[in-house]
């Protein structure tokens, strides 16, 4: 036994080095390869969505993975993903990296490692105007519809706690259950829920985007925890798409007066990837 052990953590030290190169060198193996597979959502309109001409995916998650794969010179490869799977995902290292609308928050920096912050929007809720309901509040004991692995579902439990919180799949589904009756209220980004207000077209008169904020959604890039090299990267692209004007012209190209969301302005910046909570 006493000859056995030492040979034994001996080789234990070694498989235990192998793999850590082997996690740490994900850069490395991305450049090998020439491809960055990346997840997406791919329902989450202007964030990534499916063009109706081209039934390609596009949207503001998306250019922004592209610029990284092209800083890197390799192919961009998107991996549509449902919201819940996103994390589990690039845990098993099935996608280098997400693109795909996710909040950053400190209960996920135990999972995830987030780039800098890539845009910030509030939650909000739309409810059916014959609810009645005209303030977050009064959405107590009433059927509210969501996304299932956001965090709009804890965010609204927070804010509602006696509400009848109903989950799917994507948010066009947890929409469109809205549309059919199925609950009072659907909770989203705040980019989502307009984008979904302007496809009512004339039932937009049957249904109210309540004011107030249930909470404020910085989002970010996920990269795999332990990964330095390639957030350093993802960080550098970034910063030099702010640095150029380049950013800008994202925001306004998928948020601006072209697309359905209409914001004026653009409320922040490419620079940090802190969060408060």
Excluded: C
Excluded at 14 to 43: N, P, W, Y
Excluded at 250 to 273: C, H, T, V
């Amino acid at each position: 036994m006493n000859l056995r052990n030492p040979l034994l953590a001996g080789l234990l030290a070694l498989a235990a080095l192998v793999g850590g190169t082997a996690h740490a060198d994900q850069l490395a193996d991305i450049k090998k390869k020439g491809e960055i597979v990346v997840g997406v959502l791919g329902t989450d309109e202007p964030n990534s969505f499916v063009d109706p001409k081209t039934r390609e995916i596009v949207g503001y998650d998306v250019d922004l993975a592209r610029a990284i794969a092209r800083k890197l010179g390799v192919k961009l490869t998107l991996k549509q993903l449902a919201v819940a799977a996103r994390i589990p995902e690039l845990e098993q290292g099935r996608v280098d990296l997400l693109a795909a609308s996710l909040t950053h928050n400190k209960e996920r920096e135990a999972k995830v490692d987030f780039s800098l912050t890539t845009f910030i929007t509030g939650q909000k809720v739309i409810v059916r105007k014959d609810s009645n309901v005209t303030a977050v509040p009064q959405l107590a004991g009433k059927k509210v519809l969501t996304v299932k692995g956001g965090t709009q579902e804890p965010n609204l439990r927070k804010a509602v706690p006696t509400a009848d919180v109903v989950t799917f799949e994507t948010t066009g589904q947890a929409f469109v259950a809205l549309q059919q009756g199925k609950g009072v209220g659907y909770v989203n980004d705040e980019v989502s829920i307009l984008a979904d207000y302007a496809k009512l077209g004339p039932a937009q008169k049957d249904f109210v985007i309540l004011p107030e904020n249930l909470s404020i959604e910085p989002l970010a890039l996920g990269i795999r925890k332990g990964e330095p090299a390639l957030k350093r990267v993802v960080d550098d692209t970034l910063r030099e798409l702010e640095k150029s004007g380049e950013a800008e012209k994202l925001f306004f190209k998928w948020y601006g007066n072209d697309s359905k969301i209409k914001f004026q302005a653009r409320p922040f910046k490419i620079e940090s990837d802190k969060v408060d909570s």
